[in-house]
Nanobody, 120 residues
């Protein structure tokens, strides 16, 4: 059974930092790319950062480049999102996502999300 469990969210002041974690289980972690998305109130879910299975390649939304860093520890089956210089517009629920090719089709998996609130 595939599970993605996020943690690390919270309330932080503008300019602050957080590190989000996503613990994965139920699949071969190193074989799969991982992605962080976020969804702000009243807005569509948007891609924040993506990392390949080996961690050799990453990409980011323009709005977070230079402030967010995605990484992974394949020994711990965990992907991280370090978020620095937080702004109020970063307030959102942050989700971990992966897709797996199973039984001839792609299946999409999401975590439950972790809330990040940036406010003074």
């Amino acid at each position: 059974q595939v599970q993605l469990v996020e943690s690390g969210g919270g309330l932080v002041q503008p300019g602050g930092s957080l590190r989000l974690s996503c613990a994965a289980s139920g699949f071969t972690f190193i074989s799969n790319a991982m992605t962080w998305y976020r969804q702000a109130p009243g807005k569509e879910r948007e891609l924040v950062a993506h990392i390949t299975g080996t961690g050799g390649s990453t990409n980011y939304a323009d709005s977070v480049k230079g402030r967010f860093t995605i990484s992974r520890d394949n020994a711990k089956n965990t992907v991280y999102l370090q978020i620095n210089s937080l702004k109020p517009e970063d307030t959102a629920v942050y989700y971990c996502y992966t897709k797996l090719y199973q039984s001839g089709r792609w299946n999409h998996y999401w975590g439950q999300g972790t809330q990040v609130t940036v406010s003074s």
